[in-house]
């Protein structure tokens, strides 16, 4: 259903971003992968989901912190009918602790990335009269955690980016929505369980239940692959009036 249609993904050389990417490309689309650095890692795996899905991807290098690079990456794509904002980081620390170079990484690159971008794509989602703009906000762009300042400042921001943008382009054939993960096992998250284990003296199976999962009453992660089949929805016929809206997709955890 999306064959001939481009794909920008930023961040998307692990976890949900490439979920996302490989559900795209399943559906047929063309997909731009993206990340900071420049491996042959990088590029093997644009050949390697190429390959697999026989559709056309390339990587392209972009740090999302600079908004010059935000505006070349969709520049780069030659069309961008999907933009999904994806690349995020995380810092905890309490506010009075929280060093202010850190917050202005955290707001550059999970909120400011998704202004430039979406400012790049516009004009040629306007001229083609279609477009799908998917922001990967969180649970935490509509509830909070203590010692997360940027990170919940950025997603709340990043939701209310969405709803502007859904207004902007009503009624142009370009929908603008967010994803709200809970918890997603990602190896970013994975990353973290024995830490976790240490600091609680915890089997893995009791810190996932007790510590990572205590918000999360379906009591399981999400995966990448539900993600990705989210955004596919997204982009899909039957998502054409889905506009300025979130899309929970969290166990329950913004129900509590
Ligand atoms: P991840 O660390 O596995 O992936 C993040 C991606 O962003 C990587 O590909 C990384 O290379 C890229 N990235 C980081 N800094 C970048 C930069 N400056 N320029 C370009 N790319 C950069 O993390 P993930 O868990 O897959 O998270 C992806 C998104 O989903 C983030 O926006 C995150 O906030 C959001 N999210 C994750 C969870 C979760 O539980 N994992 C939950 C809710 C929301």
Excluded at 73 to 93: E, F, K, M, Y
Excluded at 140 to 168: C, N
């Amino acid at each position: 259903p999306l064959s001939g249609r481009t794909a920008v993904v930023t961040g998307s050389t692990s976890g949900i971003g490439l979920g996302i990417a490989r559900e795209l490309a399943a559906a047929g689309a063309n997909v731009v992968l993206n990340s900071f650095t420049d491996d042959r890692a990088d590029h093997d795996l644009a050949r390697q989901l190429g390959h697999e899905f026989e559709v056309e991807v390339r990587y392209v290098q972009a740090d999302m912190s600079k908004a010059v690079d935000c505006r070349a990456l969709v520049d780069s794509s030659g069309t961008c009918d999907i933009l999904v904002n994806n690349a995020g980081i995380q810092h905890v620390a309490p506010i009075e602790e929280f060093p202010p170079a850190k917050w202005d990484l955290v707001l550059a690159i999970n909120l400011s990335s998704a202004f430039h971008t979406t400012a790049a794509a516009l004009p040629g989602m306007r001229a083609r009269g279609w477009g799908r703009i998917v922001n990967v906000a969180s649970a935490h762009g509509l509830t909070a955690s203590p010692y997360k300042s940027a990170y919940v400042a950025a997603k709340h921001g990043l939701v209310g980016l969405t709803k502007t943008t859904a207004l902007e382009v009503a009624g142009q054939g370009i929908t603008a929505n967010a994803i709200c993960p809970g918890y997603v096992l990602t190896p970013l998250v994975e990353a973290q369980i024995p830490d976790q284990m240490k600091a609680h003296d915890m089997d893995r199976e009791t810190v996932i239940r007790e510590v990572m999962l205590a918000r999360q009453p379906s009591g399981q992660f999400a995966t990448v692959e539900q993600i990705g089949g989210t955004a596919a929805f997204l982009c899909s016929d039957a998502a054409a009036q889905i506009t300025g809206t979130t899309i929970s997709v969290d166990g329950g955890w913004t129900a509590l």
